[in-house]
Protein backbone atom coordinates (compact mmCIF):
# COMPACT_ATOMS: atom_id res chain seq x y z
CA UNK A 1 0.00 0.00 0.00
CA UNK A 2 1.37 3.15 -0.94
CA UNK A 3 1.84 5.47 2.03
CA UNK A 4 4.22 8.22 0.84
CA UNK A 5 5.18 10.41 -3.01
CA UNK A 6 8.29 11.80 -3.14
CA UNK A 7 8.47 14.56 -6.03
CA UNK A 8 11.64 15.78 -7.76
CA UNK A 9 11.20 19.42 -8.07
CA UNK A 10 12.62 20.48 -11.13
CA UNK A 11 10.66 19.42 -14.55
CA UNK A 12 8.31 17.79 -12.09
CA UNK A 13 6.50 20.17 -9.97
CA UNK A 14 8.25 23.53 -11.42
CA UNK A 15 8.87 24.25 -14.97
CA UNK A 16 12.38 25.50 -15.65
CA UNK A 17 12.42 29.49 -16.58
CA UNK A 18 14.80 28.43 -19.61
CA UNK A 19 15.42 25.42 -21.73
CA UNK A 20 17.41 22.90 -19.68
CA UNK A 21 20.14 24.98 -17.93
CA UNK A 22 22.43 22.15 -17.27
CA UNK A 23 22.46 21.18 -21.05
CA UNK A 24 23.03 24.97 -21.55
CA UNK A 25 25.95 24.93 -18.97
CA UNK A 26 27.52 21.88 -21.35
CA UNK A 27 26.65 23.99 -24.18
CA UNK A 28 28.63 26.99 -23.01
CA UNK A 29 31.47 25.03 -22.04
CA UNK A 30 31.51 23.85 -25.59
CA UNK A 31 31.67 20.26 -23.67
CA UNK A 32 31.67 17.46 -26.46
CA UNK A 33 30.89 13.97 -24.45
CA UNK A 34 27.22 12.38 -23.74
CA UNK A 35 24.82 14.13 -21.76
CA UNK A 36 24.43 11.56 -19.63
CA UNK A 37 27.90 11.81 -18.58
CA UNK A 38 28.30 15.27 -18.04
CA UNK A 39 25.32 15.66 -15.99
CA UNK A 40 26.84 12.98 -13.87
CA UNK A 41 29.38 14.77 -13.14
CA UNK A 42 28.18 17.86 -13.28
CA UNK A 43 25.80 17.26 -10.33
CA UNK A 44 28.52 16.05 -8.41
CA UNK A 45 30.70 18.84 -8.21
CA UNK A 46 27.56 21.56 -8.56
CA UNK A 47 24.76 20.27 -6.43
CA UNK A 48 26.68 18.46 -3.43
CA UNK A 49 28.13 21.43 -1.45
CA UNK A 50 27.20 24.94 -0.71
CA UNK A 51 29.22 27.26 -2.70
CA UNK A 52 30.13 30.87 -1.60
CA UNK A 53 28.37 31.90 -4.82
CA UNK A 54 27.61 31.31 -8.39
CA UNK A 55 31.13 31.68 -9.47
CA UNK A 56 32.75 29.80 -7.14
CA UNK A 57 30.64 27.19 -8.11
CA UNK A 58 30.97 27.49 -11.89
CA UNK A 59 34.81 27.98 -11.14
CA UNK A 60 34.72 24.13 -9.57
CA UNK A 61 32.23 22.79 -12.71
CA UNK A 62 35.27 24.69 -14.77
CA UNK A 63 38.12 22.79 -13.39
CA UNK A 64 36.20 19.42 -12.95
CA UNK A 65 35.98 19.52 -16.65
CA UNK A 66 39.66 21.17 -17.31
CA UNK A 67 38.09 24.20 -18.64
CA UNK A 68 39.73 27.73 -18.33
CA UNK A 69 37.32 29.58 -16.05
CA UNK A 70 37.67 32.72 -18.52
CA UNK A 71 35.52 35.76 -16.61
CA UNK A 72 33.10 36.13 -19.72
CA UNK A 73 31.84 32.13 -19.68
CA UNK A 74 31.32 32.17 -15.89
CA UNK A 75 29.55 35.80 -15.95
CA UNK A 76 27.57 33.77 -18.77
CA UNK A 77 26.75 30.92 -16.86
CA UNK A 78 25.51 33.28 -13.67
CA UNK A 79 23.30 35.08 -16.12
CA UNK A 80 21.56 31.85 -17.72
CA UNK A 81 21.25 30.36 -14.14
CA UNK A 82 19.51 33.53 -12.70
CA UNK A 83 17.25 33.69 -15.66
CA UNK A 84 15.93 30.13 -15.19
CA UNK A 85 15.75 30.81 -11.21
CA UNK A 86 13.75 34.33 -11.99
CA UNK A 87 11.49 32.95 -14.50
CA UNK A 88 10.83 29.24 -12.95
CA UNK A 89 6.93 28.71 -12.30
CA UNK A 90 5.26 25.63 -11.01
CA UNK A 91 3.41 23.96 -13.44
CA UNK A 92 -0.76 25.02 -13.63
CA UNK A 93 -1.43 21.55 -11.75
CA UNK A 94 1.09 21.78 -8.90
CA UNK A 95 -0.74 23.29 -6.37
CA UNK A 96 -4.13 21.43 -6.27
CA UNK A 97 -2.74 18.27 -6.81
CA UNK A 98 -0.33 18.50 -3.97
CA UNK A 99 -3.47 20.03 -1.98
CA UNK A 100 -5.47 17.35 -2.80
CA UNK A 101 -2.68 14.34 -2.18
CA UNK A 102 -1.60 16.28 1.11
CA UNK A 103 -4.90 15.03 3.09
CA UNK A 104 -4.31 10.93 1.74
CA UNK A 105 -0.28 10.49 1.86
CA UNK A 106 2.72 12.09 3.17
CA UNK A 107 4.80 13.93 1.02
CA UNK A 108 8.62 14.57 0.27
CA UNK A 109 10.63 16.95 -2.06
CA UNK A 110 14.11 15.25 -3.48
CA UNK A 111 15.78 17.30 -5.42
CA UNK A 112 19.38 17.32 -6.87
CA UNK A 113 19.45 21.11 -7.24
CA UNK A 114 21.74 24.15 -5.86
CA UNK A 115 22.00 26.47 -3.01
CA UNK A 116 21.04 29.38 -5.38
CA UNK A 117 17.76 28.96 -6.63
CA UNK A 118 15.44 26.47 -5.05
CA UNK A 119 14.77 28.12 -2.42
CA UNK A 120 13.81 31.24 -3.44
CA UNK A 121 11.40 29.41 -6.00
CA UNK A 122 10.20 27.52 -3.14
CA UNK A 123 9.67 31.03 -1.46
CA UNK A 124 7.84 32.67 -4.02
CA UNK A 125 5.56 30.02 -4.41
CA UNK A 126 5.42 28.89 -0.84
CA UNK A 127 5.78 25.16 -1.90
CA UNK A 128 7.38 24.15 1.78
CA UNK A 129 4.15 23.94 3.17
CA UNK A 130 2.95 20.76 1.12
CA UNK A 131 5.72 18.81 2.19
CA UNK A 132 6.72 16.48 5.45
CA UNK A 133 10.31 15.72 4.45
CA UNK A 134 12.93 18.00 1.72
CA UNK A 135 16.02 16.74 0.75
CA UNK A 136 18.13 18.71 -0.89
CA UNK A 137 21.31 17.69 -2.21
CA UNK A 138 23.22 21.06 -1.45
CA UNK A 139 22.07 20.54 2.57
CA UNK A 140 22.52 16.65 2.51
CA UNK A 141 25.76 16.43 0.75
CA UNK A 142 23.90 13.41 -1.01
CA UNK A 143 22.16 13.27 -4.79
CA UNK A 144 19.48 10.53 -5.32
CA UNK A 145 21.72 8.20 -6.28
CA UNK A 146 24.09 8.29 -3.44
CA UNK A 147 23.82 4.94 -1.10
CA UNK A 148 21.91 6.23 1.65
CA UNK A 149 19.33 9.39 -0.17
CA UNK A 150 16.22 7.64 -0.51
CA UNK A 151 17.12 5.62 3.11
CA UNK A 152 17.23 9.31 4.80
CA UNK A 153 14.07 10.22 3.26
CA UNK A 154 12.29 7.42 4.12
CA UNK A 155 13.16 7.31 7.54
CA UNK A 156 12.02 11.11 8.33
CA UNK A 157 8.40 9.54 6.37
CA UNK A 158 8.34 7.13 8.23
CA UNK A 159 7.53 4.42 5.74
CA UNK A 160 9.69 1.63 3.94
CA UNK A 161 10.82 1.32 0.59
CA UNK A 162 7.48 -1.14 -0.67
CA UNK A 163 5.27 2.09 1.06
CA UNK A 164 6.72 4.92 -1.32
CA UNK A 165 6.55 6.15 -5.02
CA UNK A 166 9.19 8.61 -6.75
CA UNK A 167 7.75 10.85 -9.35
CA UNK A 168 10.26 12.79 -11.34
CA UNK A 169 10.90 13.87 -14.86
CA UNK A 170 14.42 11.99 -15.01
CA UNK A 171 14.77 8.44 -16.01
CA UNK A 172 18.26 8.57 -14.88
CA UNK A 173 17.98 10.97 -11.87
CA UNK A 174 14.88 9.95 -10.49
CA UNK A 175 13.67 6.00 -12.50
CA UNK A 176 16.99 4.62 -11.61
CA UNK A 177 18.12 6.28 -8.93
CA UNK A 178 14.58 4.88 -6.96
CA UNK A 179 14.66 1.70 -8.45
CA UNK A 180 18.21 1.09 -7.16
CA UNK A 181 16.89 2.16 -3.54
CA UNK A 182 13.81 -0.82 -4.30
CA UNK A 183 11.75 2.11 -4.53
CA UNK A 184 8.92 2.29 -7.30
CA UNK A 185 8.83 5.01 -9.76
CA UNK A 186 5.97 7.06 -11.96
CA UNK A 187 8.25 9.41 -14.85
CA UNK A 188 6.63 12.65 -15.76
CA UNK A 189 7.05 12.88 -19.12
CA UNK A 190 5.20 15.85 -20.23
CA UNK A 191 6.26 15.85 -24.08
CA UNK A 192 5.12 12.44 -24.55
CA UNK A 193 8.95 11.24 -25.93
CA UNK A 194 9.90 8.55 -23.40
CA UNK A 195 9.42 5.21 -22.97
CA UNK A 196 8.93 3.99 -19.31
CA UNK A 197 6.63 1.60 -17.59
CA UNK A 198 4.53 3.71 -15.25
CA UNK A 199 4.68 6.76 -16.96
CA UNK A 200 2.01 10.08 -16.92
CA UNK A 201 1.79 13.08 -18.66
CA UNK A 202 0.53 15.97 -16.28
CA UNK A 203 -0.02 15.33 -12.21
CA UNK A 204 -3.34 15.02 -12.88
CA UNK A 205 -2.68 11.66 -13.43
CA UNK A 206 -1.40 10.48 -10.14
CA UNK A 207 -3.74 8.65 -8.22
CA UNK A 208 -4.74 6.86 -11.93
CA UNK A 209 -1.65 5.55 -12.17
CA UNK A 210 -1.32 4.67 -8.47
CA UNK A 211 -4.37 3.10 -8.60
CA UNK A 212 -3.07 0.38 -11.15
CA UNK A 213 0.23 0.02 -9.36
Known amino acids: MTKALIFDF???????????????????????????????KFESVFFKDVHPDLASGFEKVCEAFNVQPRQDVIEQLIGMWNKNKLLARPYPETMQVLESLRSKYKLGLMSNTDAFSVGQVMDKYALQKHFDVIFLSYQEGLLKHDA??????????????????????????????????????VLVDRRGKRT???????????EEVLSHA
Open 196 to 206: YPKKIFTLNEI
Open 10 to 40: WGTLVENGIYSPIRQVQDILRLEMPFSEFVV
Open 148 to 185: GAFDKVLSQLGVSHGEAVMIGDSIESDMEAAAKAGIMG
